[in-house]
């Protein structure tokens, strides 16, 4: 009887790893409102990306202001841009990642960063979604698109293969007591 149990948690443990393999890999959860949360980086971003063009000191003040799910917001770092970029790609394919990709919509050539630089005038760095790893920098007074990035909350989102998995090992166990308690 201990090695059926044994077979059928060994089955089970296999077929949660297979399923933890590929939830690993949906990296978007929607979490309604016109929130989007990230999961690879515990961020949470609109789902809508485009709100017309501004100025950089404009984004920042869009994204300061933006009351969406209670607020909360900001402009992102170029690294948070980037990574971004490199999970929508991932998740669905796309090089040119422009226009409606998986949960996000309306997604624009690129966005304003918080990262500054001086050259003559005051710059930003703009990082672009139509070319893998593309940002530029643009003067402050040029025009581009904000999108705006909060802390997240990931530990509210379940992971499935562990909650399966944690409920397989309760119920061996509950199983194993029931078979020493027939002895």
């Keep these: 009887m201990h090695r059926a149990l044994s077979t059928v948690l060994t089955a089970g443990v296999v077929a949660l790893s297979a399923l933890g393999a590929t939830t690993a890999n949906a990296t978007f959860i929607d979490q309604g409102g016109g929130v989007i949360l990230d999961t690879a980086t515990s961020l949470e971003w609109e789902q809508n990306a485009n709100h017309g063009q501004v100025n950089w000191a404009g984004a920042g003040a869009y994204a300061a202001g933006l009351t969406l799910d209670g607020g909360g917001w900001r402009l992102p770092s170029l690294s948070e841009l980037q990574q971004l970029y490199t999970g929508i790609s991932a998740a669905t394919g796309c ?63 379940p992971e499935p293969a562990s909650m399966l998995l944690l409920g397989l090992g309760a119920l061996g166990l509950a199983w194993s007591r029931r078979q020493g308690q027939r002895r």
């Design 95 to 157: 090089t040119d990642c422009t226009g409606d990709q998986g949960l996000f919509t309306g997604i624009q050539l690129g966005y304003w960063s918080t990262a500054q630089y001086f050259a003559g005038q005051p710059g930003a760095l703009y990082v672009g979604f139509w070319l893998p790893n593309y940002h530029a920098g643009l003067f402050q007074t040029s025009q581009g698109w904000a999108w705006a990035v909060r802390p997240g909350d990931a530990a509210t989102v």
